[in-house]
């Protein structure tokens, strides 16, 4: 089945995919430590925010992490979150094809 990668998308005749360097890039993010590593791991849930309908939602902790005038302080309920969106994203997502 032939297939086009297109801008950190996989697209086939099955849908539309996260690409495997992404995915694998995403499962195998440690929990950030610093403001900095937060924000990079959540521009790359923006990128996917498609697979994620209640991103805002759900990253929503998270996001409050990055306010100026927040204190970092990661706890269980961080971890968490952290973890759900990855194991989601890692599960086999997919937007299917419209008819």
């Known amino acids: 089945m032939p297939q086009v990668e297109f ?5 086939d005749g099955t849908g539309i995919h996260p690409t495997s360097s992404k995915l694998k890039a995403i499962k195998e993010a440690s929990t950030p430590t610093i ?7 959540l521009g790359l849930l923006n990128l996917y925010s498609i697979f994620l309908p209640q991103k805002a939602t759900v990253a929503d902790p ?5 306010d100026k005038k927040a204190d970092w302080k990661w ?7 952290f ?8 599960s086999n ?3 299917g094809q419209y008819n």
């Open 7 to 11: 801008l950190g998308y996989l697209i």
């Open 35 to 41: 403001k900095t590593e937060l924000q990079v791991f």
């Open 62 to 66: 998270l996001h409050r992490l990055l």
């Open 75 to 81: 706890g269980q309920n961080k971890t968490a979150v």
């Open 83 to 90: 973890t759900a969106i990855k194991e989601f994203l890692t």
């Open 93 to 95: 997502s997919i937007l």
